[in-house]
């Protein structure tokens, strides 16, 4: 399908985050074939939708668990490792394929409701978990994770992530919706060689790993102690080789900055989930000014505890202000980056976060029928982006496109019964409490 969209404010989120006003954005086959202002665009001989407010790229969420909605709520109070070994693990093991669906599904589907069009999940039954996002709609990049607990063989993990990626690709579905991903948890909770051997496996398929980063300053000493930091010990086991984000990052030195700089190393930063575990405040203006590739994520829903990546654009901006004592340290056009273009490219993704030719037609139109955007759309740019980013939110979200397929229309998801997905999560839910 081909369709024209014109709206008074569109928002490309190019480098300099630019505002065009009375834009359009042309879609062929899912992918954007023009943006830019309505007297530039080329002529035009099919469909045109024409929208009131603010149109801007979906939502890239870096780093999520998001059948965890099935665990939402559950020791919410507790640090990030008791938390982890007295509720959500002995929780997890309780878990059937079909509740990671519906709990994947409904984290879908909150997310495509507040804008978020592609999230980065590391979760169990990744299988389950796409199927959950083809059917919604929406797209993801999966990781299996790729732990060593009792009970679980790591190598049969890596295994079993080769074997998927060499049968289906590393991009499948509608308007590629779905990349597979490696999924190591994290230093702490797996041997070196565990490690070197997920990289060596990423490398020769191209493929991106996910892996928790120095979240906590507690969690993982004992590779402090022997390799002098986390990031030296992936250095050192050859992980830093290939495409990697790595997962909250709070706990960095600046060696270890410059060092995630040298190798591209993606940064997933969760303020959200950081401040709720009380793991403390990563160093974003640090990271940008060394202009490591950083995106926002909300991480599971269980630890934040929602998917609102508009949320974390606040949070990102207000605690980056108040660690380094700096009003400028983060502005609203930085945050609204963060969250899109900046995303994207965390994750190695340059055909999402922007709307670009050739980049898939991934966007929301934002309602501006809201007191947020009181003063109107026709004030200076600063102002519009600023009431953009500080006062309105995933509320004003109205509609999303996907691949240019429109998967939410007046606020509520197209293609799935919300009410349904509720009640079979609720119905899950309880049973995990039982």
């Given at each position: 399908m081909s369709r024209r969209f014109s709206a008074p404010i569109i928002l490309p989120c190019d480098t300099a985050c630019s505002v065009i006003?009375?834009?359009?954005?042309?879609?062929?086959?899912?992918?954007?074939?023009?943006?830019?202002?309505?007297?530039?665009?080329?002529?035009?001989?099919?469909?045109?939708?024409?929208?009131?407010?603010?149109?801007?790229?979906?939502?890239?969420?870096?780093?999520?668990?998001?059948?965890?909605?099935?665990?939402?709520?559950m020791g919410g109070d507790l640090p990030l490792l008791r938390w982890l070994n007295e509720i959500i693990w002995p929780a997890e093991v309780r878990l059937r394929p079909e509740d990671v669906r519906a709990g994947m599904l409904l984290g879908s589907l909150e997310m495509l409701r507040g804008g978020v069009t592609t999230s980065a999940e590391m979760y169990f039954h990744a299988e389950e978990m796409a199927d959950a996002v083809l059917t919604s709609g929406a797209r993801a990049v999966l990781g299996g994770p790729i732990m060593g607990l009792p009970g679980l063989d790591w190598r049969s993990m890596i295994a079993t992530t080769e074997r998927w990626i060499d049968a289906d690709g590393l991009r499948f579905g509608p308007g590629e919706r779905i990349e597979l991903s490696y999924a190591p948890h994290s230093a702490y909770m797996l041997p070196p060689e565990a490690l070197r051997l997920t990289g060596e496996s990423a490398a020769a398929r191209g493929a991106l790993v996910q892996i928790h980063v120095a979240e906590a300053a507690d969690e993982d000493g004992?590779?402090?102690?022997?390799?002098?930091?986390?990031?030296?010990?992936?250095?050192?086991?050859?992980?830093?080789?290939?495409?990697?984000?790595?997962?909250?990052?709070?706990?960095?030195?600046?060696?270890?900055?410059?060092?995630?700089?040298?190798?591209?190393?993606?940064?997933?930063?969760?303020?959200?989930?950081?401040?709720?575990?009380?793991?403390?405040?990563?160093?974003?203006?640090?990271?940008?000014?060394?202009?490591?590739?950083?995106?926002?994520?909300?991480?599971?829903?269980?630890?934040?505890?929602?998917?609102?990546?508009?949320?974390?654009?606040?949070?990102?901006?207000?605690?980056?202000?108040?660690?380094?004592?700096?009003?400028?340290?983060?502005?609203?056009?930085?945050?609204?980056?963060?969250?899109?273009?900046?995303?994207?490219?965390?994750?190695?993704?340059?055909?999402?976060?922007?709307?670009?030719?050739?980049?898939?037609?991934?966007?929301?139109?934002?309602?501006?029928?809201?007191?947020?955007?009181?003063?109107?759309?026709?004030?200076?740019?600063?102002?519009?982006?600023?009431?953009?980013?500080?006062?309105?939110?995933?509320r004003c979200v109205a509609d999303v496109w996907v691949a240019g397929e429109r998967v939410v229309a007046g606020g509520e998801p197209v293609r799935v019964d919300r009410a349904k997905v509720q009640a079979e999560v609720r119905e899950a839910a309880a049973r995990l409490r039982a």
């Open positions: 006003r009375d834009g359009v954005v042309d879609v062929r086959d899912g992918r954007i074939t023009y943006c830019g202002p309505a007297a530039d665009a080329p002529q035009w001989d099919a469909l045109v939708t024409e929208l009131p407010g603010i149109l801007l790229p979906g939502l890239v969420n870096t780093h999520a668990h998001s059948p965890m909605t099935l665990l939402r709520g004992e590779q402090r102690a022997e390799y002098g930091s986390v990031p030296r010990l992936l250095e050192e086991v050859g992980l830093l080789d290939g495409r990697v984000i790595a997962a909250h990052a709070v706990h960095l030195s600046d060696e270890d900055i410059a060092l995630f700089a040298a190798r591209g190393v993606g940064v997933a930063h969760c303020p959200g989930s950081n401040a709720k575990l009380a793991s403390g405040i990563a160093r974003l203006a640090e990271l940008r000014a060394a202009s490591v590739p950083v995106g926002l994520g909300t991480d599971g829903p269980a630890s934040n505890d929602d998917l609102d990546l508009w949320a974390e654009m606040q949070l990102s901006a207000l605690l980056a202000r108040l660690s380094t004592k700096d009003a400028t340290a983060v502005r609203a056009p930085d945050a609204l980056l963060l969250a899109t273009r900046g995303g994207a490219t965390a994750l190695g993704r340059d055909d999402l976060g922007a709307l670009e030719p050739g980049r898939w037609a991934d966007f929301v139109h934002v309602d501006a029928d809201d007191p947020a955007f009181a003063a109107g759309l026709d004030v200076p740019d600063e102002q519009l982006l600023a009431n953009l980013v500080w006062a309105a939110g995933s």
